[in-house]
């Protein structure tokens, strides 16, 4: 079956633009999860979506930060005023329910010039 | 706060020999754990799982972990090491604080030598 869909693969973009990076879940799953990965600090949670509840933007490194997830199933994560330091891999998960293993899309790979 | 320790971040073997990918953990409670691998370019995929049942668990592609509370550790092993398991390994343990997100260790990068 179709697993996790990640939208661009590869985005390069010029400082100070805003970006938007599309994560297309499992069918069926309700919990969404963005995850950063990047060569100085490894891997990072960002944001966690479970089904309507608030999300839980705990990991989210700064208001440039935003993620929306519309109907409860397509993630967007969008970057405002790209700095070079967020150029990363952003990768997206998501699982049948809170508890359950995730399963990650291959991700976008950001680079900021 | 939930955290785990990959002891190498990188392991060579020779192709047919054991692999061993060690990963220690810190949690105030009964964790979840799991190792992921990561091929080049690729997202992660699951190996494994721990969640409170057998201690020794089996995952996919011959590799196989085991839980030892008194040791804090999840060790990964694999009897004999193929070219195809060239990778990154992390090894996770998962928040249960509510939001269940996975805590990543930094990885180890397995070589496998012909």
């Known amino acids: 079956g179709a697993g996790v869909s990640q939208s661009p693969s590869n985005k390069v973009t010029e400082k100070g633009k805003d970006v938007e990076l599309r994560c297309d879940p499992i069918s069926g799953h309700t919990a969404l999860y963005w995850y950063r990965q990047s060569l100085g600090q490894g891997l990072e949670f960002l944001i966690y979506?479970?089904?309507?509840?608030?999300?839980?933007k705990s990991g989210l490194p700064s208001d440039r930060f935003s993620a929306e997830r519309t109907g409860g199933s397509v993630s967007t994560l969008t970057i405002q005023r790209t700095q070079q330091e967020d150029s990363a891999v952003y990768l997206c998960a998501s699982s049948l329910s809170g508890n359950q293993p995730q399963h990650f899309g291959d991700g976008t790979r950001l680079s900021i010039l | 706060a939930q955290s785990v320790t990959q002891l190498d971040s990188h392991v060579s073997v020779s192709e047919g020999t054991p692999v061993l990918l060690r990963c220690n953990y810190s949690s105030s409670y009964s964790p979840s754990l799991f190792w992921y691998v990561q091929h080049p370019n690729k997202g992660l995929q699951l190996l494994l799982k721990y969640t409170s049942a057998a201690t020794l668990v089996k995952g996919i592609n011959g590799f196989e972990a085991e839980f030892k509370k008194s040791e804090t550790s999840f060790h990964l092993t694999k009897p004999s090491a193929h070219m195809s398991d060239a990778a990154e390994y992390f090894c996770?343990?998962?928040?249960?604080?509510?939001?269940?997100?996975?805590?990543f260790g930094k990885g180890t990068k397995l070589t496998v030598n012909p």
């Open positions: 996770v343990v998962s928040d249960r604080s509510g939001s269940e997100k996975l805590v």
């Open positions: 979506f479970q089904g309507n509840s608030a999300p839980d």
